[in-house]
């Protein structure tokens, strides 16, 4: 990865005030100095983001297109490399790692061919008389700039998230990622920058800024933002709705993602998913498995079929191609997963596979049962390699079950009956339902996003696209 000093900011790279080290979760060593902005640099991008924003709404459909499809085939030429930088950066397994460069490259080709079905449709004004002659039509417009802040555990998915879809719309965008994982979303924009370059559009369409709080809240309640796009927590963004306040703004929050595994479920099938869909990413991951809701005939069996498959669970290094489970982002983060664990076994839990490979202070694959409602590892995201299995009488608990969370992002159901399957769909207040696969099956070309406290808004390219236009009715009375 080769780099211009500083950061991103209007048509040319600004040196950044301070540096801040990043670190290898798995073992603490230092990956990279990365540059660390301030307020007034991000006031600076937001001039430049609102300087060009006309421009940049006036690009021609083909040049956006050519640009997303030059940035995807640039990412293409270093995935491996980027596999590797992702690896430092979030401590994730190689291979989450992977899949989350292959989920970038679709997010950017399917925005560039989503550039042409960007249009809008003719109406019938003359449903009353007042319309006779009247011709009607709307189009979409850009909404204006655009303020992206991403999380830590998918830098680089959710940094292409934002740019890709904002860009194919016509709309400048300012990027803010996390601090902990700032390179691999600094690599992209100089991608995505380079293609402008060469394509002949203002390189301060895509800028990025890194920095604290501060220059979060001076890029989100700027009000010449026209919306604003979060990744992160229910906290947080909730804070950042209020601020933003009338600014749009798009919420993909937290969740504590519920499993049913209904009697007539494949067990096997069920037990292979809350392994791979629980601890995938390290469990830190919105819509990984966390709560396991089986119905009392099948709930041993499928406790013994976890237990016979969690010793296969590789813990360790992730840059090994064979582990499933690493560190955590940092320290802190381990200490927080590990002291709900101890409260909910305080509160009566057990646990049924306990955490190993405490030597290297990496938290290994734990299941809970029984933990009581009210606790944070059973009512909260737990963010970690924790699902918590409980028992229920029937069906219709279980459902009940999902949905006295106050989160609403993904849920799965595993049964072989049709019937169940629609009555899940229809009733489990949650963003989206996946039937016998693991609530984490994210297709990047669906509308993906939650209820309730899980947030507000779409992403996928065709849905967030059409988040980051506005419709502009118009009406045309012919000459006579």
């Not at 991103?8 to 080290?21: L, R, V």
């Amino acid at each position: 990865m080769k780099l211009p000093a500083g950061l991103p900011i209007g048509e040319t790279w600004i040196e950044a005030p301070s540096t801040a080290p990043v670190i290898f979760p798995y073992d603490g060593s230092t990956v990279a100095d990365a540059p660390v902005g301030n307020v007034e640099l991000a006031s600076q991008a937001l001039d430049h983001a609102v300087g060009v924003r006309e421009t940049v709404g006036r690009l021609p459909s083909y040049l956006r297109r050519k640009v997303l499809q030059s940035v995807h085939s640039a990412v293409l030429a270093e995935r491996d490399a980027f596999v590797d930088l992702l690896i430092l950066e979030t401590g994730k397994p190689m291979v989450d790692c992977r899949v989350e460069i292959d989920r970038s490259l679709l997010t950017l080709e399917t925005a560039a061919e989503e550039v042409a079905r960007l249009h809008g449709e003719t109406v019938p004004l003359d449903l009353l008389p007042s319309g006779d002659g009247l011709v009607g039509f709307w189009v979409r417009k850009p909404i204006g700039v655009v303020v992206g802040i991403t999380g830590f555990n998918y830098p680089l998915l959710l940094a292409a998230h934002k740019i890709a879809p904002a860009f194919a719309a016509g709309c400048p965008i300012i990027i803010k990622p996390a601090p902990q994982t700032p390179l691999a979303t600094l690599w992209l924009v100089h991608l995505m920058r380079s293609a402008l370059l060469e394509a002949g559009a203002p390189e301060s369409a895509v800028q990025l800024v890194t920095g604290g709080v501060d220059v979060g809240a001076t890029l989100t309640t700027d009000r010449r933002v026209g919306a604003v796009s979060f990744t992160g927590s229910a906290a947080v963004g909730h804070q950042i709705a209020r601020d933003a306040a009338p600014t749009k703004v798009l919420l993909e929050l937290g969740s504590n993602s519920a499993l049913v595994v209904a009697a007539d479920a494949d067990l096997d099938a069920a037990a292979d998913a809350i392994i791979r869909g629980g601890y995938y990413a390290s469990g830190q991951a919105c819509i990984s498995v966390q709560r396991v809701i089986a119905v009392d005939s099948i709930h041993a069996a499928l406790l013994d079929k976890l237990n016979a498959r969690l010793p296969s669970v590789v813990v360790g290094d992730p840059r090994n191609p064979e582990t499933r489970v690493s560190a955590l982002i940092d320290p802190k983060s381990t200490a927080r997963v590990r002291t709900w664990i101890t409260e909910s076994r305080t509160a009566g839990a057990a646990v049924a596979y306990p955490s190993t490979d405490t030597a290297t202070e990496v938290l290994g694959p734990t299941v809970l049962t029984d933990v009581p409602a009210g606790q944070l590892a059973w009512d909260e995201e737990i963010f970690g390699p924790v699902i918590a299995v409980r028992s229920v009488p029937d069906l219709d608990t279980a459902f009940r079950t999902v949905n006295e969370s106050r989160y609403g992002l993904h849920a799965s159901v595993f049964t072989s009956s049709l019937d169940t399957a629609f009555t899940a769909i229809d009733r489990l207040d949650v963003g989206g339902v996946v039937i016998n696969e693991v609530p984490g099956f994210r297709s990047d070309v669906m509308p993906y996003g939650g209820v309730k406290d899980s947030g507000i808004g779409r992403e996928g390219p065709r849905f967030a696209i059409e988040e980051l236009t506005t419709t502009r009715m118009a009406i045309i009375r012919p000459r006579p």
